[in-house]
């Protein structure tokens, strides 16, 4: 089945070029110079991901994503080239699920982009129980996590995080084997990004994200997924 794309570009040439080249790649790709079309297109026709810039004529791309994530947890690729750190942190804070600077390589794009789209079909399929400790529910099949049945509002690279936690609840995990585990992710070793992640997961799951029961950093090594939970 052929994967539909929105891309939310202004630059002309870029668009062309990009609904090119994952064309080539076998997606259905629309295009949307502002952030107001892109809206107004998804509102329309649903699309598989969405491949977001920052800087739009109308509006801020984090606003899109923030309006998006409102109703929606349909994957978004953030491309920014304000280089600066903060723009990306904000950006996986409001629910994006990865993010690339420019200038880039398309073939990075289009990586980026399969595996966030495979993570989605994965969590479609059919797959190994529930896992439940106290109140919260991880179900992998779903590619849901929820407490007392209400659902947690995470996205897809958030959800794979909290699994692979709670799939070796007990032992802690550094960023390394955590990205060895989510297979392939690439994220840079001094990049915070997975931090900013477990924030968000935190906050997500936790009944106080300021004092976590469940997710529990160790200074030094890494995160560990607590076993015994209320």
Same mark, same amino acid.
């Given at each position: 089945?052929?994967?539909?794309?929105?891309?939310?570009?202004?630059?002309?040439?870029?668009?062309?070029?990009?609904?090119?080249?994952?064309?080539?790649?076998?997606? @259905?790709?629309?295009?949307?110079?502002?952030?107001?079309?892109?809206?107004?297109?998804?509102?329309?026709?649903?699309?598989?991901?969405?491949?977001?810039?920052?800087?739009?004529?109308?509006?801020?791309?984090?606003?899109?994503?923030?309006?998006?994530?409102? /109703?929606?947890?349909?994957?978004?690729?953030?491309?920014?080239?304000?280089?600066?750190?903060?723009?990306?942190?904000?950006?996986?804070?409001?629910?994006?699920?990865?993010?690339?600077?420019?200038?880039?390589?398309?073939?990075?794009?289009?990586?980026?982009?399969?595996?966030?789209? @495979?993570? @989605?079909?994965?969590?479609?399929?059919?797959?190994?129980?529930?896992?439940?400790?106290? @109140?919260?529910?991880?179900?992998?099949?779903? /590619?849901?996590?929820?407490?007392?049945?209400?659902?947690?509002?995470?996205?897809?690279?958030?959800?794979?995080?909290?699994?692979?936690?709670?799939? /070796?609840?007990?032992?802690?995990?550094?960023?390394?084997?955590?990205?060895?585990?989510?297979?392939?992710?690439?994220?840079?070793?001094?990049?915070?990004?997975?931090?900013?992640?477990?924030?968000?997961?935190?906050?997500?799951?936790?009944?106080?994200?300021?004092?976590?029961?469940?997710?529990?950093?160790?200074?030094?090594?890494?995160?560990?997924?607590?076993?015994?939970?209320?």
């Amino acid at each position: 089945m052929t994967d539909h794309i929105l891309l939310v570009e202004d630059d002309p040439r870029l668009a062309e070029m990009l609904t090119e080249y994952l064309g080539q790649a076998g997606f @259905r790709v629309r295009a949307a110079a502002t952030g107001a079309d892109a809206l107004a297109q998804l509102a329309a026709a649903p699309a598989d991901a969405v491949v977001l810039d920052l800087m739009l004529p109308d509006m801020d791309g984090l606003d899109v994503c923030r309006q998006l994530r409102t /109703h929606s947890d349909i994957p978004v690729l953030m491309l920014t080239a304000r280089g600066d750190a903060v723009d990306r942190i904000v950006g996986l804070e409001i629910g994006a699920d990865d993010y690339l600077p420019k200038p880039f390589e398309p073939r990075e794009l289009l990586a980026r982009l399969r595996a966030i789209l @495979r993570r @989605r079909v994965d969590g479609r399929r059919d797959g190994p129980p529930a896992l439940r400790f106290g @109140r919260l529910e991880i179900d992998p099949a779903s /590619h849901r996590a929820s407490i007392d049945g209400a659902p947690c509002d995470l996205t897809a690279y958030q959800f794979d995080l909290l699994l692979a936690l709670a799939q /070796h609840a007990g032992r802690v995990l550094s960023r390394d084997a955590l990205m060895e585990l989510l297979k392939g992710e690439q994220i840079e070793a001094f990049d915070r990004s997975i931090d900013v992640h477990m924030s968000r997961i935190r906050a997500a799951v936790e009944d106080d994200p300021r004092k976590p029961r469940r997710i529990i950093t160790v200074r030094g090594a890494g995160y560990l997924f607590a076993k015994a939970q209320d």
